[in-house]
């Protein structure tokens, strides 16, 4: 039976506390252990829905005894950001209080793990592993969380961070839905995406900034440099699914979505069943270098001249900004594409100021604007 627990989190003025929802099926502590979230960043909801139509799905295979290991769903990972409501709208991407991001900045659990193994790995694969999650899982607990906020990304990660799929599950403001992993993921990441239909594979370093997928991978990835001789295996998976634009809610879209995510499981051994074919054959990979985030060099109105997932050339113009204040009316700024590649995203502002992001094209080659390091947007 799905076991379902409410997480209350810190509180964070008199009278208010918020709490955290987490359902959990199959066997309790059993491997392969998979996590699902979603929201975390607060204003991306087709993820939400996609959860509520997985976890039916799931209660089913539960209920045929068809899953081996243990599933972690958490329907909503940010209640702070879900209740961030400023005059009708829901600014749930950065913590009103200051912290910043909602996923970025996760406790660093690096150097506490490495003194914890250290002189106690040794040549067997899985009693490594175990000895890792261990210190990892005591890491996370020794966190000091002094705010909601660093609270809240505590016992996330005290859900998740043993796992070893790790689904975070985002949107953009208007896109084709696409995957972010880490490199040395990337062709099991690729697998992922034509099992769930996504059209691109964003790829980034793991020495950088991390988001929450990231976290889950960085101490394995420094474990391993420091201790080339003891075998160890990180993750297998952890990636960020971009379930297209903010407002592509709908059950038609959701059940699909999790339909799909479900043959994955399956195919992957962590549901018991036949698994169907994937959905996609050609899934277009570009390193996070190669993609350019476009930003606006004018105030105005943007217009985009160019549909979603169109191919462009460098140079070509894929939108204008439609200056409202100059002294001819109808003035425009082009914005050209700086590297050839897909118009993979486009914002829904429509009014822009200089430096608003307002698309990203997914390109091929390495730009030389884009510095290792910093790269992450998701
Ligand atoms: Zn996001």
């Given amino acids: 039976m799905m076991r379902t627990e409410r997480i209350q989190l810190m509180s964070p003025s008199p009278g208010t506390r918020r709490e955290l929802l987490v359902h959990r099926l199959g066997q309790a502590d059993a491997r392969p252990k998979v996590y699902f979230q979603a929201g975390l960043h607060a204003d991306e909801w087709p993820g939400l829905l996609v959860l509520q139509h997985l976890l039916a799905l799931l209660q089913d295979a539960e209920r045929r005894n068809a899953i081996p290991g243990e599933i972690i769903v958490v329907p909503y990972a940010n209640p702070i950001g879900l209740s961030q409501n400023v005059f009708g709208y829901v600014a749930g991407r950065f913590d009103l209080t200051g912290t910043g991001n909602f996923n970025r900045n996760f406790a660093d659990l690096y150097l506490d793990t490495r003194d914890s193994v250290e002189g106690r790995l040794g040549s067997d694969l899985e009693t490594n592993n175990e000895l890792v999650r261990n210190a990892l899982r005591a890491a996370v ?54 099992h769930i239909g996504a059209r691109y594979l964003l790829t980034e370093d793991l020495d950088g900034v991390v988001a929450f997928d ?84 004018a105030a105005g109105l943007l217009v985009f001249q160019k549909p979603l997932d169109a191919w462009l050339e460098q140079g070509d113009v894929f939108a204008e900004i439609v200056c409202l204040d100059g002294d001819q009316p109808n003035q425009r700024t082009p914005v050209r594409a700086r590297t050839a590649g897909y118009l993979m995203a486009r914002t829904h502002r429509r009014l822009v100021r200089p430096g608003d992001q307002i698309a990203k094209v997914c390109g091929e080659k390495p730009l030389p604007h884009r510095k290792i390091g910093n790269l992450l947007q998701l």
Avoid at 164 to 179: E, I, K, P, Q, R
């Fill in 214 to 297: 990231g976290s889950h991978l960085q101490p394995w990835h420094w474990l391993q440099k420091d201790f080339p001789d003891n075998p160890m295996e990180m993750p297998k998976l952890a990636v960020t699914v971009e379930y297209r634009g903010q407002y592509d809610v709908s059950d038609e879209l959701a059940a699909v979505d999790a339909a799909n995510l479900f043959n994955y499981l399956v195919g992957e051994g962590l549901i018991q069943g036949d698994a169907q074919p994937p959905q996609l054959e050609d899934v277009h990979v570009s390193a996070l270098e190669s993609v350019d985030s476009m930003k606006a060099e």
């Fill in 141 to 194: 607990a020794a966190e000091l969380a002094e705010d909601e906020t660093t609270a809240l990304k505590k016992t996330l990660l005290a859900l998740s961070i043993d796992a070893d799929y790790v689904f975070d599950l985002h949107c953009d403001d208007h896109s084709s839905a696409h995957v972010y992993s880490v490199k040395r993921q990337a062709d099991k990441a690729q697998d992922l995406c034509r």
